[in-house]
């Protein structure tokens, strides 16, 4: 099976510029996360969702982040502006179901730097 | 709150040595346990889960965990390391069903031939 793709792999931008990120999950995946990673961190969870339904965004910087997945299958996050603090790695995930059971498919993630 | 402590930043092992990368969690009730792999430039790769049953639980390439309940403890371990597991290995756990992982910080695993 095709595994999620993202895009781009890497992006510079200045601070206080916009910036967009696309994964396209497992055909028939339900569930999808966005994750960042700061260098030396574990991933840290923005959000997840459900077919086209949040989940959980309690960690989304709501003021200058922003997801969506309309059609419940592919999903999109944007940061604006952005700050230097940003500077990670953007990781989307997903899984079959949101049951616990089944382990996460990672893509390759967004390496974003923030100048 | 639910956590994962992963303690030690670094680990080195020589080539055919065994190995163990230690992890200790925190959740309420029983918890998932997942180990990951990660290679540079590239995404998590799944090694290994515990759901429930057998303490002991194999994956791949080799690498195996032991769940601990009353030392709240999932230690992944490998009877003989090889330079090409050299890599940065995630501890991750779920509290219950329909939440999302919570990853450790992560334990860089360097094997030296």
């Known amino acids: 099976e095709a595994g999620v793709a993202q895009s781009p792999r890497y992006k510079i931008i200045e601070k206080r510029q916009s910036v967009a990120f696309w994964c396209n999950p497992i055909?028939?995946?339900?569930?999808l996360y966005w994750y960042q990673q700061i260098l030396g961190q574990g991933p840290k969870l923005l959000i997840q969702?459900?077919?086209?339904?949040?989940?959980?965004d309690s960690q989304l910087p709501k003021d200058r982040f922003s997801a969506e997945r309309l059609k419940g299958v592919d999903s999109t996050l944007k940061i604006q502006p952005a700050k230097l603090e940003d500077s990670a790695v953007y990781l989307c995930?997903?899984?079959?179901?949101?049951?616990?059971?089944?382990?996460?498919?990672f893509g390759s993630g967004t390496r974003l730097t923030v100048v | 709150a639910q956590s994962v402590a992963q303690p030690e930043d670094q680990v080195n092992v020589a080539e055919g040595n065994p190995l163990t990368v230690k992890c200790t969690y925190s959740?309420?009730?029983?918890?998932?346990l997942f180990w990951y792999v990660q290679y540079p430039n590239r995404g998590l790769q799944f090694l290994l889960k515990?759901?429930?049953?057998?303490?002991l639980v194999k994956g791949s390439y080799g690498f195996e965990a032991e769940f601990n309940k009353s030392q709240t403890s999932f230690h992944l371990k490998k009877p003989s390391a090889l330079v090409s597991d050299s890599a940065l290995y995630f501890c991750?756990?779920?509290?219950?069903?329909?939440?999302?992982?919570?990853f450790g910080k992560g334990t860089t695993l360097s094997v030296s031939s």
């Open positions: 995930a997903s899984s079959l179901g949101g049951q616990g059971q089944s382990g996460y498919t």
């Open positions: 055909s028939g995946h339900a569930t």
């Open positions: 969702f459900q077919n086209n339904g949040v989940v959980d």
């Open positions: 959740v309420s009730g029983n918890p998932y």
């Open positions: 515990y759901i429930t049953g057998d303490n």
């Open positions: 991750a756990v779920r509290a219950r069903a329909g939440t999302a992982l919570i």
